[in-house]
């Protein structure tokens, strides 16, 4: 591997950020080497070899900027304990397997993951189009939502359900119907929120690491690009073409290194407040449909029609799902519809039982 490009220049990084900078770069180097042992594909093995190299190359440079102010250099930091505990996850799990907190801990060349090894019969990328390319289903959405209804129905289902074997009445029944409907969907909200949330931030750190190594030493972030792409199946020499051509458009060059070596497509991340919405919107649909026969009658039949309105609906998901399984959709609606019924029976029989035991 070729060196990097030579130390920035006194007027354009701080003292703080050499230091910093050789803290990360030195941190790396050792993650780089212990995931290198770990991973038993040799040639994503090596990958993490020669990016280990690169840090440690990258960590030499900061070395001399500081050396070269008169500044004392930092002793190499041990591993962490965030660092020690994926590295022990990663082990008995596998890299693949905890690809999400190794992002956190500035892990580059994950996105090598997603790629067939040349020997496993796949194609080879053979241009950048087919090594950025990603196999996106417009049904995304569409499968987020019809699981978000089907959680909803499930939950809320089996709530009444349990409800009803205490003994409540029609009554008790719509006000513990409608407390699980809000209270599952402001739960379901608040979690999507928060998982978002947190992947964006991920991102935005990452991509701002991404874009002042990019500024500072371009030729050494076109090495580990390349490195990357070789571990994705290109010759050396036309993974170097590729990594030259990307870096030389910073703008694209931002994007194309938060896909390779974050692992993180920009694509992927939406709005925080929608992702809440819509979670909120597909759970309470779910726990709605159990309450309308409540709602429409207070007559003790009102329970009997909230059972047969649940389990049709819980054959409709089931059959709905099948589109994204490929399964027959008549059996694919049956299990769920079994799945639903344990469900229900269960919360049931255990409401009948703390009933006769608080009477």
């Known amino acids: 591997m070729s060196a ?19 803290l990360e770069e030195s941190h790396s180097a050792l993650m780089y080497t212990e995931l290198a042992a770990i991973e038993p594909d040799a040639r994503i093995a090596e990958m993490f070899r020669q990016l280990s190299g690169a840090a440690a190359e990258q960590a030499n440079l900061w070395a001399q900027r500081l050396r070269a102010s008169g500044q004392p250099v930092p002793v190499p930091p041990a591993l962490g304990l965030r660092s020690r505990c994926a590295l022990v996850l990663a082990r008995r799990l596998g890299v693949k397997a905890t690809k999400s907190m190794l992002v956190a801990l500035k892990v580059r060349g994950l996105s090598a993951y997603d790629a067939a090894p040349p020997s496993a019969g796949h194609p ?35 709530l009444i359900m349990g409800m009803a074997g205490a003994a409540a009445e029609s009554q008790t029944l719509l006000l513990a119907g409608v407390a699980g409907l809000l209270a599952g969907a402001f739960s379901m909200a608040a979690g999507e929120y928060v998982s978002v949330r947190s992947q964006r931030e991920v991102f935005e750190y990452q991509i701002g690491l991404e874009r002042a190594e990019l500024q500072e030493y371009p030729e050494a972030e076109a090495e580990e690009l390349a490195t990357i792409y070789q571990a994705k199946g290109l010759a050396r020499e036309e993974a170097e073409r590729v990594a030259r051509a990307l870096i030389a458009d910073p703008e694209r060059a931002l994007d194309t290194l938060a896909r390779e070596e974050l692992g993180l497509n920009p694509d992927d991340l939406g709005s925080p407040w929608g992702a809440a ?46 589109w ?36």
């Open 124 to 158: 080879k990328a053979a241009s950048v189009a087919d090594i950025g390319r990603r196999h996106r289903s417009g049904g995304g959405n569409l499968r987020a939502a019809v699981f978000g209804v089907n959680d909803g129905l499930v939950s809320n289902a089996s």
């Open 277 to 322: 919405t819509s979670s909120f919107a597909a759970f309470a649909v779910g726990a709605a449909i159990p309450l309308v026969p409540l709602l429409l009658s207070r007559s003790p039949s009102a329970f009997g029609w909230a059972v047969g309105l649940s389990a049709v609906s819980l054959f409709g998901v089931g059959a709905l799902l099948s």
């Open 324 to 359: 994204f399984t490929g399964r027959s959709a008549f059996l694919s609606g049956l299990r769920m519809l079994a799945i639903g019924a344990a469900a229900g029976a269960a919360t049931f029989l255990i409401g009948r039982l703390v009933g006769v035991s608080l009477a």
């Open 4 to 22: 990097p490009s030579p130390s920035p220049s006194a007027g354009t990084t701080s003292l703080e950020d050499a230091r910093e900078g050789y």
